[in-house]
C-alpha cells in the first residue's frame, strides 16, 4: 500500500509548538508511506490541490492529514481525495492541534506526541477499506415543532418554498411567548401587531398543516423519511365545526379558572379561547375546573353552542404524518421566582415575575393596559425591578446569562414611565449586558430620558412593611446598603430549557446540555444542526434568545431543510455497524443498547433469527459492537482490526 502523510502548519497554530518539517520527515521512515510533507494551509484551496497532485504523481492509495480536529475539516479533506480519484474513506486524520499544539509549550515533546499520533494514523489507515454509501429518495415534507415565533418563520419560510409543512404546538394556539408580550425592545414596537400577521398566514397556508393542542408521540426513521407519530390532546370541542363565536364563554358558570395566558392574574372560564388573537380560533374545555368533569352535570355550552361542537366523549387521537426533515423550536420556560424564597414570590402578590408584569402592561391585560397592584388594585408609585433572578447564579444551577433580562427590565421601566408619568423605577442589577443592535442606546435612553435609577447590587431580601414591600440590597458602587421601599417588586426571572425538552430529545435522539437545551452540531459552522442527520434547531430551545437571534435561526434551519430538499435523493453514511450472522448468538444485547433503534430481527430459514442493523437509521455510535459479546458486530470504518492495529503501533 502507497500512503501519503501531508502535516499541517497552520500557521503557528500547530508549527507554533511542534516542529512539522520533523515530523514529515518521520513520516517518512514508516512502512507503507511513499511521501510525506509539511505545508503551510492544507485545508486551503492551494493545499488540497496539492495533496491531489501528490496522489496522481506518487500513485498514492491512501492519505492521512495531521492537522486540526476531524469534526472541523475531516468532510473537506474526504472530498480532497474523492477529486483525486481515492475513495474517501482511504483517508484518516490524526489531530495535532487540539491534542498536542494547543495543549502544551514543550516543543520536542510535542513532537514525539504528533509523531505518534501520525503512526496510529497510518497504522490505521492500512485496513480501511472502501466505503459506498447508499442512496434514499427524500420525502419532501418538514415537521415544525413548536408555533413560537422561531417555529413560526421556519414554517413560514419553508412553505414559501413551496413545501408541505406539518406545525405541532402543544398549547392551544400558537405564537408562544412573545403573544404574551405587550411591545418589544428596543423599538417599542406592539409584540401582537408584529407576530399576529405571520399567524394568520400559518393558518391562510394552504400547504401548512397545524395541529395545536398536540404533541409528538414518537418518532421513527431517518433523514428523508421519517415517521411521525402526533397524539391530538381532546379539546372537547370539534375544531372542525367550532366557529368561535365565544357563546360558550359568555355562558359557562365555571368562573374561577386561573388564567394562564395571563400568567394567573385574573381567572376565566372553564371553557374559553386563550386570548382574542389565537390562531387556531377555537374554543377548549379544562376538564379539571368543567362541572359537566368535576360534578357529572351543567352541560350549558353543549345545548348552548350553535354549531353543536360540544363532544365531552372526545378522546385523544394518534394522527400518523411522514416527513423527509425535522425543524425543532420548541422554545423555552421561565425560572420558577418561588425558589428565592428571600424575595417572597409566591407568598406577596405585590412580588411578580416579568413575564406577569408584562401581561399587566397589555392592553389584553387582566387590568386592561393600565398598572395596577394585584394586592389591591391601586396604582404603584415606587417600582423596583430586580435583575438575574434565576441567571448567573451557580447556587440555583443556572449559572448561565439569560440574555434578554437587562432589556426587558430596561423596556418595561420605560413603559412604567410612558403609563405613570409620576412614578419611580430603580434597577437592581449585577452588570448590564446589552451586546445587540441599538441594545446599550436603549438602556441608557430608559436611565438618561426615563430617569430610571441603576442600582449596581444584588438584592438580599424583599419583605413587607405595612402594605408597600421593602427590598434590601447592596449598592456596589456606593460601598453602602441600600433599603427601597416599594409598591409593586417585577423579579426578571430568567431563561430555562422547555418542560419535556428532555423527553422529546430521546424521541428525536438529539443532544442536550446540562441545563437541558438542545446542541448543536457545531457552535460555529453547524449552528441549526443536530448530531441527528436531518433534525434542525431554531430559537431559544438551543439556548438563551431574543426575539431577532430567533426569528434568524428560524430562517437559517428552514434554508437548511430547503438546501436537503433540492435533491430528489440523499446520501447516507456508510460508516455503520454490520452484522456478522455466523457469530451472531441472537441475544439481543445489541438491540437492547441502540440508541437509535436501528437494529431489529432478520428471520431466516428455520425460524432462525439474527441481528440485522437498519444503515437508514445507524448513526454510528459503537454501542453495539462494544456490547455484543460474541464480537458479531463491528463498525465500519472503525473495526476491532483498525483500533487494534493503532493502539499496538502506540505500545509498540
Known sequence: ??????????????????????????????????????????????????????????????????????????????????????????????????????????????????????????????????????????????????????????????????????????????????????????????????????????????????????????????????????????????????????????????????????????AIKAINIPFPQAIPRKAGIDPLHCRHFTRGKCGVCSKICPAKAINFDMQDAIVTEEVGAIIVATGYDLFDHSTYGEYGAGRYPDVISGLQYERI??????????????????????????????????????????????????????????????????????DIRAPGKNYDEFVRRAQEEYGVQYIRGRVGKVYPRGNRMVVQGADTLLGVQVEVEADLVVLATGIEASAGASDLAEKLRISYDQYGFYMESHPKLRPVETNTAGVYLAGACQGPKDIPSSVAQGSAAAAKVQALFARDTIETNPQVALVNERACIACAKCIQVCPFGAIKWKELRGDILKAEVLPTVCQGCGLCNATCPSKAIQLQHSTDNQILAAVNELCA
Not at 5 to 29: M, R
Not at 361 to 374: K, W
Not at 375 to 380: K, V
Not at 384 to 396: K, L
Open 1 to 266: 500500500m502507497r500512503i501519503g502523510v501531508f502535516v499541517c502548519q497552520c500557521g503557528t497554530n500547530i508549527a507554533g509548538t511542534v516542529d512539522t518539517e520533523a515530523v514529515a520527515g518521520e513520516a517518512l521512515t514508516f512502512a507503507d508511506v511513499a511521501y510525506a510533507t509539511s505545508y503551510m494551509y492544507t485545508c486551503s484551496e492551494p493545499g488540497q490541490q496539492e495533496i491531489q497532485r501528490a496522489v496522481r504523481e506518487h500513485n498514492l492509495q491512501g492519505v492521512v492529514v495531521a492537522a486540526c480536529s476531524p469534526r472541523m475539516h475531516e468532510p473537506t479533506f474526504r472530498r480532497a481525495v474523492a477529486k483525486a480519484g481515492l475513495n474517501r474513506y482511504m483517508f484518516e486524520m490524526a489531530n495535532i492541534r487540539e491534542h498536542v499544539s494547543w495543549i502544551g509549550n514543550d516543543r520536542a515533546a510535542n513532537t514525539r506526541k504528533a509523531v505518534d499520533l501520525v503512526r496510529m494514523a497510518v497504522a490505521k489507515l492500512r485496513f480501511n477499506q472502501p466505503l459506498i454509501p447508499l442512496k434514499m429518495p427524500v420525502n419532501k415534507r418538514v415537521l415544525v415543532i413548536g408555533g413560537g415565533v422561531a417555529g413560526i418563520q421556519a414554517a413560514l419560510d419553508c412553505a414559501e418554498g413551496e413545501l408541505d409543512v406539518v406545525m405541532v404546538e402543544r398549547r392551544p394556539s400558537i405564537g408562544g411567548k412573545m403573544a404574551q408580550l405587550d411591545k418589544t425592545f428596543p423599538t417599542i414596537d406592539c409584540s401582537s401587531c408584529i407576530l399576529g400577521p405571520k399567524m394568520v398566514d400559518v393558518s391562510q397556508k394552504e400547504n401548512i398543516t397545524l395541529y395545536a393542542a398536540s404533541e409528538i408521540e414518537s418518532i421513527n426513521g431517518y433523514i428523508g423519511n421519517f415517521t411521525v407519530q402526533i397524539r391530538k390532546k381532546a379539546t372537547y370541542v370539534d375544531w372542525e365545526t367550532c366557529t368561535g363565536c365565544g357563546l360558550c364563554m359568555e355562558k359557562c358558570p365555571s368562573a374561577k379558572v386561573p388564567d394562564a395566558f395571563n400568567e394567573g392574574l385574573g
Open 361 to 430: 402592561l397589555s392592553a389584553s391585560g387582566p387590568f386592561g393596559g393600565h398598572i395596577r397592584r394585584p394586592s389591591d388594585g391601586s396604582e404603584p408609585k415606587d417600582i423596583v425591578f430586580i435583575a438575574c433572578v434565576g441567571s448567573r447564579d451557580p447556587s440555583v444551577g443556572r449559572p448561565y446569562c439569560s440574555g434578554v433580562c437587562c432589556m426587558y427590565i430596561a423596556k418595561q421601566a420605560i413603559l412604567t414611565r410612558d403609563h405613570l408619568p409620576e412614578s419611580n423605577s430603580y434597577v437592581f442589577y449585577m
